[in-house]
């Protein structure tokens, strides 16, 4: 199993970090609203396509992602999950550097219901990232690229 690439240096054995990413790395003004703890790359396959697992924390209770009454994630949830999954790796795995705007084109999310119910603890998703059609200027900056989420 591939080495979990970390903000902070864990001690080895030690598990799973329970810090979030950097929120510049997310574009997040609030700590509150980072919803990643991590990332792993998994596979690269030269120009093709580059795999990444990421790692994340749900809250149990927000006004926007978790149903008023409390039993379910919002389908709004997993969006920002994968918009913060692929700002995430634009900068830390494509060196896409800080201050530079997105554009999201387009985003599709098929959920099942019956795995979006708010537990006893936070929900702890795995994001499994496929990204491909990295585009590069003549310089060799990132400036576009197609990011496949699975979440679970």
Same mark, same amino acid.
């Given at each position: 199993? #591939?080495?979990?690439?970390?903000? %902070?240096?864990? =001690?080895?054995?030690?598990?799973?970090?329970? +810090? /979030? &990413?950097?929120?510049?790395?997310?574009?997040?003004?609030?700590?509150?609203?980072?919803?990643? /703890?991590?990332? %792993?790359? &998994?596979? /690269?396959?030269?120009?093709? *396509?580059?795999?990444? /697992?990421?790692?994340? !924390?749900? #809250?149990?209770?927000?006004?926007?992602?978790?149903? #008023?009454?409390?039993? +379910?994630?919002?389908?709004?949830?997993? *969006?920002?999950? &994968?918009?913060?999954?692929?700002?995430?790796? $634009?900068? $830390?795995?494509?060196?896409?550097?800080?201050?530079?705007?997105?554009?999201?084109?387009?985003?599709?999310?098929?959920?099942? =219901?019956?795995?979006? @119910? &708010?537990? @006893?603890? #936070?929900?702890?998703?795995?994001?499994?990232?496929?990204?491909?059609?990295?585009?590069?200027?003549?310089?060799? !900056?990132?400036?576009?690229?197609?990011?496949? $989420?699975?979440?679970?």
């Amino acid at each position: 199993m #591939p080495e979990s690439r970390r903000f %902070t240096q864990a =001690p080895a054995g030690s598990g799973l970090l329970t +810090a /979030t &990413v950097p929120r510049e790395f997310v574009h997040r003004a609030a700590v509150a609203e980072i919803l990643l /703890t991590g990332w %792993t790359r &998994v596979h /690269t396959d030269g120009l093709d *396509a580059d795999r990444f /697992t990421i790692t994340a !924390q749900w #809250p149990r209770a927000h006004q926007l992602h978790v149903s #008023p009454d409390r039993s +379910a994630y919002e389908p709004l949830l997993i *969006a920002e999950t &994968v918009r913060q999954c692929g700002a995430l790796l $634009a900068h $830390a795995a494509y060196q896409v550097p800080l201050g530079h705007q997105f554009v999201l084109q387009e985003l599709r999310v098929d959920t099942r =219901p019956e795995h979006l @119910a &708010v537990g @006893a603890a #936070p929900a702890e998703p795995v994001i499994d990232i496929t990204v491909t059609a990295v585009r590069r200027r003549a310089d060799g !900056q990132v400036f576009g690229a197609r990011v496949d $989420a699975q979440l679970l």
